[in-house]
C-alpha cells in the first residue's frame, strides 16, 4: 500500500493536486468532445471520450508528473467511488432484465479464462524455444512470475497475492511481471473501450444479435425519460446517502468478514473469501440488487446513475494513471511475452464471438472481468452502457471465485513446460 512517507522522484505529489489534474483532464475531454466543429467531431468519432479520459492521465506517470506507486488516488477511487458507483449503477438497473441476457455472457466469460490459461503457457514454451537463457532458475524463475500474472488475470489483484505466497515467486521476478501486468492488461482495456464505443460496427462483424442487450439498454433509457426530472438538492442529498450509506456499510461488514474467514477456514484464500475487497464489492453489488426492488430505484429519475457514472469516470481516470508506457523500455522482451499471452486471450475470445454470434458487449465484458477483475468489469460495462454495469460486477465475482484455483493450475503447466526446457 502506498504510503506519502515512500520516495518518489515524481513532479507532484500532493494527491490533491493529482485529484484537481485528473478532474481538470476530464471536464476538458468533455468540453472538448461536445464541440461543433467537424475536424473535433471526426477525432471523437475515432478516438472515443472515455479511451481519452483513460489514456491521458496515463501520460502523467509516463512522463513523471505522477508517481502512482506513491498516491493514494487509486486505493481511495477502488475503495469508495468504485463501491459508491456499483450501487448507484445497480439501483437504477432493471435486474430481471439483466439475468434474462441468456448464457452468451458466461460462455465468453469461461472462453477469457481459458484463453489465459492457455495464452500463459504457449507464451511460455515459445520464450523457452526462442529464448531460454530467459527461463531463470529457483524463486526467480519466469514462470513463477508468470504465475501470478495469470491470478491477477482470471481473479485480481487477492488472487495474485495468493499465487504469489503458492508458488514462492522471488521479489525481482515479481516486480518485473506485475509491470506487465499493469501494462499489457491496460492496453487492452484501452481497446475495449473503443470496441464500447464502436459497437455497432463491432456487431455486424460478429454477426451478432444484439436484439437482447439492445431491450435492457432501450428499457432503461425509456425508465430513465419516463422518471427523468430536474434534481432538487433533496434528490441529490437522498443520492448521496444512499451511495456512500452503503460504502460505510460494506466496510464495515467487508473487513471483519474477510478476517473471520482467513482465520477460520484454511481453504478461504484459494477463493479470495479472505479478501477484503472482495467482500466490499460483493456486499456494494448485493445491496445495489436489493435496493433495485425497492423505491430507491426511482433516484434513477434524479440521475443517480449520471452519479455512479461520475464516479465510474474518475475511477478510470485513476486507473490510467496506473500505466507506465515508458515501463515497455525497461524490459521490453517480457512485455513482449505478456503481449503473445494476451494475443491468445483476444484471439480466443474473437473466435468465440464469431463462432456464437455473441454481442461485442459480451466479448469487452467477458474479457475485462478476467483481466481487469472488479475494478475494471463495471467500467467496461457501463461504457457500453451504464444499465449494464452489474453485468460486469456479477461476472468479476465468479471470476474472483475461481481464479486462484485457475491460476494454480496454470502454474502447475508451466511449472512443468520450465522443467522440460531446463
Known amino acids: 500500500m502506498p504510503t506519502e512517507a515512500a520516495e518518489t522522484t515524481a ?4 494527491d490533491a493536486v493529482v485529484l484537481g489534474l485528473l478532474a481538470v483532464i476530464l471536464g476538458a475531454v468533455f468540453w472538448a468532445s461536445n464541440l461543433s466543429h467537424p475536424w473535433v467531431k471526426r477525432f471523437f468519432t475515432v478516438v472515443p471520450a472515455l479511451l481519452l479520459c483513460y489514456f491521458l492521465p496515463s501520460l502523467l506517470t509516463t512522463f513523471g508528473v505522477v508517481d502512482p506507486e506513491t498516491s493514494r488516488i487509486y486505493f481511495i477511487a477502488s475503495r469508495f467511488l468504485l463501491p459508491a458507483a456499483l450501487v448507484l449503477l445497480t439501483v437504477s438497473a432493471d435486474l430481471p432484465a ?28 515459445l520464450t523457452s524455444w526462442i529464448a531460454p537463457e ?51 492488461a491496460n492496453i487492452w482495456m484501452a481497446v475495449v473501450l473503443w470496441i464500447a464505443a464502436n459497437q455497432r460496427k463491432m456487431d455486424r462483424l460478429f454477426r451478432a444479435d444484439a436484439s437482447a442487450v439492445d431491450r435492457v439498454r432501450d428499457k432503461a433509457d425509456a425508465y430513465e425519460t419516463e422518471h427523468a426530472r430536474i434534481p432538487s438538492l433533496k434528490d441529490l442529498m437522498f443520492i448521496v446517502a444512499v451511495a456512500f450509506g452503503a460504502v460505510g456499510l460494506s466496510h464495515a461488514i467487508a ?65 490510467g494513471l496506473n ?26 475470445m474473437f473466435g468465440m464471438a464469431f463462432l456464437i454470434r455473441s454481442p461485442s458487449f459480451f466479448l469487452g465484458v467477458g474479457s475485462m472481468a478476467n483481466i ?26 465468479v471470476g474472483y471465485i475461481i481464479g486462484t484455483a485457475a491460476a494454480w493450475f496454470t502454474g502447475l503447466v508451466m511449472m512443468q513446460i520450465a522443467a522440460g526446457a531446463g
Open 255 to 319: 473487513d471483519p468478514l474477510a478476517a473471520w474467514f482467513g482465520a477460520t477456514y484454511p481453504w478461504a484464500q484459494r477463493l479470495s473469501f479472505d479478501s477484503s475487497f472482495f467482500w466490499l464489492v460483493f456486499i456494494a453489488t448485493l445491496v445495489g440488487v436489493v435496493l433495485s426492488f425497492t423505491p430507491a430505484r426511482k433516484l434513477q429519475g434524479p440521475g443517480a446513475a449520471k452519479v455512479g457514472s461520475v464516479f465510474v469516470y474518475l475511477l478510470v481516470a485513476a486507473v
Open 134 to 184: 530467459l527461463m531463470g532458475a529457483g524463486p526467480e524463475a519466469i514462470w513463477r512470475g508468470m504465475a501470478t500474472v495469470a491470478g491477477s488475470w482470471i481473479g485480481g489483484s487477492a488472487n495474485q497475492t495468493a499465487l504469489y505466497e503458492i508458488y514462492g515467486a522471488g521479489p525481482d521476478v515479481f516486480s518485473i511481471w506485475i509491470a506487465v501486468d499493469v501494462v499489457v
Open 372 to 397: 481487469g477483475g472488479a475494478a475494471s468489469a463495471p467500467v467496461a460495462a457501463a461504457a457500453f452502457h451504464p444499465s449494464l454495469a452489474p453485468v460486469g460486477v456479477l461476472l468479476a465475482v
Open 11 to 14: 513532479l507532484i505529489t500532493n
Open 98 to 125: 439483466v439475468v434474462g441476457l441468456g448464457p452468451k455472457a458466461l460462455i465468453m466469460f469461461f472462453t477469457g479464462t481459458v484463453g489465459v490459461m492457455l495464452g500463459g503457457p504457449i507464451a511460455l514454451l
Open 323 to 348: 500505466m507506465n508506457i515508458a515501463a515497455i523500455l525497461d524490459s521490453p522482451v517480457y512485455f513482449l511475452i505478456g503481449g503473445v499471452w494476451m494475443l491468445v486471450h483476444v484471439a480466443l
